[in-house]
């Protein structure tokens, strides 16, 4: 799992790079893509769906986050896109078109199914943690 999560790590620090991070906030970024492949892994081994281990990797790539963002006085997003690198199910879509190219309708479908609710779990975590960091510094902000 350590191994994975360090190559993670590399794939996240690849694409901080490719999308201009600079400095220690591409070092915080890759660690953030690596914590959440820790999290899909960890969860994934203790027999939970693949959408669940996504959704709870998703969260804990979405906390880690905000916390940086406001540690290091930087955008969110910043962290966020590079660390949710490794949990996008490219994999998926791939060989849902692979599927239709081979005309084999049934298992595109089921792929395809996967793949959306795949994303639709990483897009729910991400909305969720960041709707309630919004409402937690708004109720800070007026007390």
Same mark, same amino acid.
């Given at each position: 799992? #350590? #191994?994975?999560?360090?190559?993670? +790590? ?9 999308? $201009? ?13 690596? @914590?959440?492949?820790?999290? !899909?892994? @960890? /969860?994934? $081994?203790?027999? /939970?769906?693949?959408? /669940?281990? @996504? /959704? ?7 906390? !880690? ?5 406001? =540690?290091? *006085? &930087?955008?969110?997003?910043i962290?966020? #896109?590079?660390?949710?690198?490794? +949990? =996008?199910?490219? &994999?998926?879509?791939? !060989? ?7 005309? $084999?309708? $049934?298992a ?13 779990? #990483?897009?729910?975590?991400?909305? @969720?943690?960041?709707?309630?960091? *919004? =409402?937690?510094t708004?109720?800070? *902000?007026?007390?």
């Amino acid at each position: 799992m #350590i #191994i994975n999560s360090i190559y993670a +790590l590399l794939s996240s620090l690849g694409f901080g790079f490719l999308f $201009n991070i600079r400095g220690r906030n591409l070092i915080f970024a890759s660690f953030g893509g690596a @914590l959440g492949w820790f999290f !899909y892994l @960890l /969860f994934t $081994n203790y027999s /939970f769906s693949k959408v /669940f281990a @996504l /959704f709870m990797a998703s969260i804990s790539v979405s906390v !880690y986050s905000e916390i940086m963002a406001r =540690v290091l *006085k &930087a955008p969110v997003t910043i962290f966020m #896109i590079c660390a949710i690198i490794p +949990l =996008v199910p490219g &994999a998926g879509m791939y !060989y849902t078109m692979y599927e239709i190219t081979r005309g $084999n309708l $049934n298992a595109s479908l089921s792929i395809g199914l996967e793949t959306i609710i795949s994303a639709g779990a #990483i897009a729910v975590a991400t909305v @969720l943690v960041a709707s309630t960091t *919004k =409402v937690i510094t708004t109720l800070r *902000k007026s007390t």
